[in-house]
């Protein structure tokens, strides 16, 4: 079945480095999501990526869609405490309806 | 808007128990999916409902199921309790704006979960 990993598992930071995740999946993915996690929360979706190569940036987050379809990367510039979080990526069940496989997350942490 | 809401938030059962969760979708949401959250396994899909009708499953065993009213409120059941059931129920609901487009997915809107401890 499908997979999808991510890496690393876990990250920390300082305050103002910059933090990246990849997430690759066993299949070509006609789109990907991204979520984010707080501690003790629910995810939250961030964005969608659907074309071949596509990047976009929501602030100081960069997302990026692998010219496979099979990857993506996200990248947050100058990381902040309110980044705390576990960022998953999700792909689409080829079948239809609603069904993601999610990434295995990424943790990231924040220290001053 | 109010968001998708589950009761009950925290639940304690014994093994060989039984649970039935709630979920109420966003206002318009059709689409309601199940997921469990577990430390070792992550974010698994269990199933998703849509106009009362399950549209996909995953690869949990039959103790596991659930069910959507009309209103588009869903609820799962876990029946036999097992200490591995111990889990964060998600459930997620969407509104169904694909258009007929094959290659975009609806964005899931997460409820804060049901934390099922399973002694």
């Known amino acids: 079945g499908q997979q999808v990993m991510q890496i690393p598992q876990y990250q920390h930071v300082q305050e103002g480095e910059d933090f990246t995740t990849y997430c690759n999946s066993s299949?070509?993915?006609?789109?990907i999501q991204w979520y984010k996690q707080r501690p003790g929360g629910h995810p939250v979706f961030l964005i969608q990526?659907?074309?071949?190569?596509e990047v976009k940036k929501q602030k100081r987050l960069t997302f990026q869609f692998g010219e496979a379809k099979k990857n993506s990367s996200l990248h947050i510039t100058a990381t902040q405490t309110t980044d705390v979080g576990t960022y998953f990526c999700?792909?689409?069940?080829?079948?239809?309806?609603?069904?993601?496989?999610f990434g295995t997350g990424t943790q990231l942490k924040v220290e001053l | 808007k109010a968001g998708v809401t589950q009761t009950p938030r925290y639940l304690i059962k014994t093994r060989g128990q039984q649970v039935t969760l709630s979920c109420s979708p966003i206002?318009?949401?059709?689409?309601v999916s199940w997921y469990q959250q577990t430390p070792g396994q992550g974010l698994q899909f269990l199933f998703e409902?849509?106009?009362?009708?399950?549209?996909n499953k995953g690869n949990f065993p039959g103790r596991f199921s659930g069910r959507q009213f009309s209103n588009s409120r869903s609820e799962m059941n876990v029946s036999t309790l097992e200490l591995g059931d111990s889990a964060l129920y998600l459930c997620?609901?969407?509104?169904?704006?694909?258009?007929?487009?094959?290659?975009?997915?609806?964005?899931?809107?997460f409820g804060p979960g049901t934390r099922l401890t399973v002694l």
């Open positions: 997620a609901s969407s509104l169904e704006l694909r258009g007929g487009r094959e290659d975009i997915t609806d964005t899931q809107y």
């Open positions: 299949t070509t993915l006609s789109n």
């Open positions: 990526l659907v074309k071949s190569g």
């Open positions: 999700a792909g689409p069940y080829t079948g239809g309806g609603n069904k993601l496989t």
């Open positions: 206002s318009g949401h059709r689409s």
């Open positions: 409902y849509f106009s009362e009708t399950q549209r």
